[in-house]
C-alpha cells in the first residue's frame, strides 16, 4: 500500500511539473536585451536562431531590444552565443554548420528550464505550486563540438565583453541578457558604441543568406509582462 502510494504521489508530481512548463504545446519564447538607460539611442544588433534571422522590436524609452522565437514550449533546453565572429563552413555549394571564426571573443551559454517549488505566499488553489527557473551556465564551446555552434544556437552578434549577466525568465521568457551600465566609459563614447555596433552588424551581413527571416506576425510582444533576455 505504501509503495503503491510512493508510486501515485511520484507520479502527480511529474505530471503537475510537465503542467508548470507547459509540456506538449507550441507557441513562442521571448527575449530581451537590456541596455543602459544613460544611451541615447540603441545600437543596431543582429541575431539569430536555428536558421532564422530575428526581427527585433526596439523600445528606446526602456533601451530594451526584445525578440520573439518561434519553438515548440515543451523545449526547456537552449544554447546562447554571444559573439562578433560567426563563419560558415561550406562544402559544394552546402553550408554543414556554423562555427566561430579563430580568435573571435565570445560566451557562451546553456540555458535549462525546470520547475520549483514556488516560494509564494499567495498562490491561488489552484496553482501547481511550482514555479519556472532557468539554470544558467557559462562554457567554453570548444569542450564540446570543437568550436562547431550548435543548430539551435541563439546566436547574439555583439561583442561579449559588454555583457554584464543573464537574469531572471519565465516559462515563455527567456532570461535577459543585461548589457554592462558602464559600456559608454569602456567604448570611449557613445558614438564609438555605435561605430563598433554598426561595424559587428555590418559584419553579420554576411550570414544572413543562409538563414530566413522570422515572420512579422511574430514579433508580438506580451503587454502585461516584463520580456527577458538576449540578441545583438
Aim: include cysteine.
Amino acid at each position: 500500500m505504501a509503495g503503491k502510494s510512493t508510486f501515485t504521489g511520484s507520479l502527480l508530481c511529474l505530471c503537475i511539473i510537465s503542467q508548470a512548463l507547459g509540456f506538449g504545446q507550441k507557441g513562442i519564447f521571448y527575449g530581451t536585451l537590456q541596455f543602459p538607460t544613460a544611451l541615447e539611442m540603441l545600437p543596431n544588433v543582429r541575431a539569430y536562431y536555428s536558421g532564422n534571422k530575428i526581427i527585433p522590436e526596439i523600445n528606446e524609452a526602456s533601451k530594451q531590444i526584445s525578440f520573439a522565437i518561434p519553438e515548440a514550449r515543451n523545449r526547456n533546453f537552449f544554447y546562447l552565443l554571444v559573439t562578433t565572429g560567426v563563419e560558415f563552413c561550406s562544402t559544394d555549394n552546402t553550408v554543414p554548420y556554423l562555427r566561430l571564426k579563430k580568435g573571435a571573443p565570445y560566451k557562451f551559454y546553456t540555458l535549462e528550464l525546470g520547475a520549483v517549488p514556488s516560494k509564494s505566499k499567495k498562490r491561488k488553489r489552484t496553482d501547481s505550486g511550482f514555479e519556472a527557473s532557468w539554470t544558467v551556465k557559462e562554457i567554453d564551446l570548444a569542450t564540446i563540438n570543437n568550436g562547431k555552434i550548435p543548430d539551435e544556437t541563439l546566436i547574439v552578434c555583439y561583442h561579449p565583453d559588454y555583457v554584464q549577466s543573464l537574469e531572471g525568465g519565465s516559462m515563455v521568457e527567456l532570461p535577459k541578457l543585461v548589457m554592462r551600465p558602464d559600456m559608454i566609459k569602456l567604448a570611449g563614447s557613445e558614438l564609438k558604441l555605435h561605430e563598433q555596433s554598426d561595424k559587428w552588424f555590418l559584419a553579420a551581413l554576411n550570414t544572413d543568406t543562409i538563414h530566413d527571416t522570422v515572420q512579422s506576425e511574430l514579433r508580438i510582444i506580451p503587454q502585461s509582462k516584463t520580456v527577458l533576455a538576449m540578441c545583438v
